[in-house]
């Protein structure tokens, strides 16, 4: 058995969403300096690094992220590679998948070299996932799709692909790092923080390859 941590690692060098506040992460309290003990303050959004979006990000008055289904955050899970060429995920592009699909797909492109050379600015020519791209996921029965960047959708259009997934109930599984892992077939375990109300929340995740 062989486990892959997709997981980002938190820390003020982990890029983040244009515009929103960089990561800070400080030990307030230092036994070096007099303290009973170590302690951190970590400031951040809950899109950090590799989170999953619940559905009331995109639709107002939908669930928070303590409410999604611990059934489809784990088990069976396929990676699947795209061509580098891909600057755009369509329907087109997803037909040569085949059929049918697992209920967890994870979608690797070019964006796992951006992880892979440590880049710590926001890269906005991203591959995302276009409308038709997502309408085709859905209407397969994909229950959980994985990106390995932090958005599911292409970057100034994130609405109609979040709105897509979000109101068919699909779990979004961005900030992935793919880099080290081959496409095939998985065990995932994605565990969000359970914060009540969220729109979302950072994620510990790791594929198992049995």
Same mark, same amino acid.
Request: charged share 25%; proline share 7%.
């Given at each position: 058995?062989?486990?892959?941590?997709?997981?980002?690692?938190?820390?003020?060098?982990?890029?983040?969403?244009?515009?929103?506040?960089?990561?800070?992460?400080?030990?307030?309290?230092?036994?070096?300096?007099?303290?009973?003990?170590?302690?951190?303050?970590?400031?951040?959004?809950?899109?950090?690094?590799?989170?999953?979006?619940?559905?009331?990000?995109?639709?107002?008055?939908?669930?928070?992220?303590?409410?999604?289904?611990?059934?489809?955050?784990?088990?069976?899970?396929?990676?699947?590679?795209? &061509?580098?060429?891909?600057?755009?995920?369509? $329907?087109? @592009?997803?037909?040569?998948? %085949?059929?049918? #699909?697992? +209920?967890? !797909?994870?979608?690797?492109?070019?964006?796992?070299?951006?992880?892979?050379?440590?880049?710590?600015?926001?890269?906005?020519?991203?591959?995302?996932?276009?409308?038709?791209?997502?309408?085709?996921?859905?209407?397969?029965?994909?229950?959980?799709?994985?990106?390995?960047?932090?958005?599911?959708?292409?970057?100034?259009?994130?609405? &109609?692909?979040?709105?897509?997934?979000?109101? $068919?109930? @699909?779990?979004?599984?961005? %900030?992935?790092? #793919?880099? +080290?892992? !081959?496409?095939?077939?998985?065990?995932?375990?994605?565990?969000?923080?359970?914060?009540?109300?969220?729109?979302?929340?950072?994620?510990?995740?790791?594929?198992?390859?049995?």
């Amino acid at each position: 058995m062989k486990i892959y941590d997709i997981s980002l690692t938190i820390s003020k060098d982990l890029p983040v969403w244009q515009g929103d506040e960089r990561i800070s992460l400080e030990r307030v309290k230092k036994i070096e300096e007099g303290a009973n003990s170590n302690v951190s303050v970590l400031k951040c959004g809950v899109h950090v690094g590799t989170h999953v979006d619940a559905p009331v990000h995109f639709v107002p008055g939908e669930k928070g992220i303590e409410h999604l289904s611990l059934e489809v955050l784990i088990g069976p899970a396929r990676v699947v590679q795209l &061509p580098e060429t891909c600057d755009l995920i369509t $329907a087109e @592009v997803l037909e040569p998948l %085949g059929v049918p #699909l697992p +209920e967890r !797909v994870l979608l690797k492109t070019r964006n796992s070299e951006f992880w892979r050379k440590g880049l710590t600015e926001f890269q906005p020519d991203y591959v995302g996932i276009s409308p038709d791209g997502a309408q085709y996921l859905v209407d397969k029965g994909v229950r959980l799709v994985g990106v390995d960047y932090l958005s599911v959708a292409p970057f100034k259009k994130t609405r &109609p692909t979040h709105e897509i997934f979000l109101k $068919a109930g @699909v779990i979004l599984l961005e %900030g992935a790092n #793919l880099c +080290e892992v !081959v496409p095939g077939d998985y065990q995932l375990i994605c565990l969000p923080i359970k914060l009540g109300g969220s729109d979302g929340a950072p994620a510990r995740a790791v594929l198992i390859s049995e």
